[in-house]
């Protein structure tokens, strides 16, 4: 199960940061992802983290987003500053390959 969380309405300029909770007993050991969707978009990858901390981050969002991941929190982070109404979007977490079943995410609106 998958639980994000941090979501909100923020002006543009401003700073999110998203929380998943994930109830993997194996989390530790296994890369995850942030995505987003944009209404009547698909959804689109913007950040993974391997299990070693390796990070990838889509080059919309490359310098804005930091993803990070906390292994004793079965936590992944996702740290959105410089918010743009184009970040306006519901937020998932899930693992690279889309393993999971999608959690409800969490809505972010950036407006003036």
């Known amino acids: 199960q998958l639980q994000a969380s941090g979501g909100g309405l923020v002006q543009p300029g401003g700073s999110l940061k998203l929380s998943c909770v994930a109830s993997?007993?194996?989390?530790?050991?296994?890369?995850m992802a942030w995505y987003r969707q944009a209404p009547g978009k698909q959804r689109n990858l913007v950040a993974t983290?391997?299990?070693?901390?390796?990070?990838w981050h889509a080059a919309p969002v490359e310098g804005r987003f930091t993803i990070s991941r906390d292994n004793a929190k079965n936590t992944v982070y996702l740290q959105i500053d410089r918010l743009k109404p184009e970040d306006t979007a519901v937020y998932y977490c899930?693992?690279?390959?889309?393993?999971?079943?999608w959690g409800q995410g969490t809505q972010v609106t950036v407006s003036s």
């Open positions: 983290i391997t299990s070693g901390g390796e990070r």
């Open positions: 899930n693992t690279p390959a889309r393993t999971y079943e």
């Open positions: 993997e007993r194996l989390f530790s050991r296994i890369d």
